[in-house]
């Protein structure tokens, strides 16, 4: 009788443990490069809801004051609070006649009628054109009355004084800001 030779095949090759490594430093590629664009788009978000938050206050305010808009803003940084109000910087005795936004991204300082810089809310109470897309350092909420939103990047001067927009950064890929607008 012939004896059948049986061969013992324990383990892998060489060629199917590189092949393993390959796939697995391909998916390691994939999830280092992606999650930079996932966090990327968490603060666009972000940035989107704040604006939308703060365009529905100045509606409000607007609302409840005879179609005026507010003159002055504050932001409280223990509650992430900003306020719109009836007369400039919202001081602490001016509690009549205000609206409110809570902001989740925008934080900081406010300025009234000022440049804006990294992380502040600004009340410009004249129309007044952003900042040139695709800078590196645009990353505020700017609060523009006099101005509509031609759409959804372009801001111009508004038929009615009454009007107002809303222009918020939103981080591209390159790491700069190009502008959105939204209001009425």
């Known amino acids: ?18 092949i ?32 939308s938050a703060v365009e529905s206050a100045v509606s409000e305010y607007a609302s409840n004051n005879g179609g005026s808009l507010p003159a002055g803003i504050s932001y409280s940084s223990n509650s992430s609070q ?3 109000c009836g007369t400039a910087n919202c001081p602490a005795s001016d509690t009549s006649a205000q609206a409110n936004a809570k902001l989740g ?17 600004t009340l410009y109470t ?17 609060i523009e009355e006099g101005a509509s939103c031609l759409n959804s990047t372009t ?5 009615s004084p009454k009007a107002n ?12 800001y190009d502008w959105e607008c939204i209001g009425s």
């Not at 009788?1 to 590189?18: H, P």
């Not at 992606?34 to 788009?41: E, T």
């Open 20 to 51: 393993v490594l390959a796939i697995a430093a391909l998916i390691l590629l994939i999830v280092l490069l992606a999650v930079p664009a996932l966090q990327r788009s968490a603060r666009n978000n972000s940035r989107r809801a704040d604006a």
């Open 126 to 142: 004249t129309e007044a054109a952003p900042p040139t897309n695709g800078t590196n350092t645009d990353d505020a909420l700017i």
């Open 165 to 176: 927009a809303v222009v918020y950064g939103v981080e591209t890929s390159g790491g700069t």
């Open 155 to 159: 801001v111009q001067a508004a038929s």
């Open 82 to 84: 900003l306020t719109l």
């Open 105 to 121: 991204y925008y934080t900081g300082t406010t300025n009234n009628n000022a440049t804006p810089t990294n992380s502040n809310v």
């Open 1 to 18: 009788m012939l004896k059948r030779k049986i061969k013992n095949n324990s383990g892998f090759t060489i060629i199917e443990v590189m």
